[in-house]
T-cell receptor, first 108, second 111 residues
Framework: AQRVTQPEKLLSVFKGAPVELKCNYS??????LFWYVQYSRQRLQLLLR??SRESIKGFTADLNKGETSFHLKKPFAQEEDSAMYYC??????????FGTGTSLTVIP | DGGITQSPKYLFRKEGQNVTLSCEQN?????MYWYRQDPGQGLRLIYY???????QKGDIAEGYSVSREKKESFPLTVTSAQKNPTAFYLC??????????FGQGTRLTVV
């Protein structure tokens, strides 16, 4: 079975401060991890995936297989980063499993 | 305009009635999914389909049914057997590159 855990339902940071959204997973196989974001009144969309190892909108995430984590980080938060963030795992059967989400608020 | 279209945006149902939510995609994706989104519970997988004429139950399939007669379409029926159907429903599709694309969602309310 697979499971994705996001321990923080709500997270508030000040503009310019670093932000880290935590994600842990459990899966017996080799997972593919993603971060999806939902801005207000917009559909859920991909932010980044671990295999691409790229920075999107200043966000990065590193897959740590030893700690089974895929935390999302950004060194300087911006107001436009306020959104709902979901960590997701894709298994070898091409099914996507999502965490419960973290609502990020960046305070001006 | 390519993407996934869910309809209707809002749906009201009387208790005891079945209701069908529409999901159409023109992305030529093989895989399609239905999720239920409740506050504090994230997205939970109801059903998924990897190919036409085939679908599998997800974690919370009880009280729901689907069909996949065409590649483009994956309708979800919420039956009267679903005890707590009021929720936000999301449809998604993906190809095997790994990214899932989502519709705008349907909010179902039982009245």
């Amino acid at each position: 079975a697979q499971r994705v855990t996001q321990p923080e339902k709500l997270l508030s940071v000040f503009k310019g401060a670093p932000v880290e959204l935590k994600c842990n997973y459990s899966y017996s196989g080799s997972p593919e991890l993603f971060w999806y974001v939902q801005y207000s009144r917009q559909r859920l969309q991909l932010l980044l995936r671990h295999i691409s190892r790229e920075s999107i909108k200043g966000f990065t995430a590193d897959l740590n297989k030893g700690e089974t984590s895929f935390h999302l980080k950004k060194p300087f938060a911006q107001e436009e980063d306020s959104a709902m963030y979901y960590c997701a795992l894709r298994n070898t059967g091409n099914q996507f499993y999502f965490g419960t989400g973290t609502s990020l608020t960046v305070i001006p | 305009d390519g993407g996934i279209t869910q309809s209707p945006k809002y749906l009201f149902r009387k208790e005891g009635q079945n209701v069908t939510l529409s999901c159409e995609q023109n992305l030529n994706h093989d895989a399609m999914y239905w999720y239920r989104q409740d506050p504090g519970q994230g997205l939970r997988l109801i059903y998924y389909s990897q190919i036409v004429n085939d679908f599998q139950k997800g974690d919370i399939a009880e009280g729901y049914s689907v069909s996949r007669e065409k590649k483009e379409s994956f309708p979800l029926t919420v039956t009267s057997a679903q005890k707590n159907p009021t929720a936000f429903y999301l449809c998604a599709s993906s190809d095997y590159s790994g990214e899932a694309f989502f519709g705008q969602g349907t909010r179902l309310t039982v009245v």
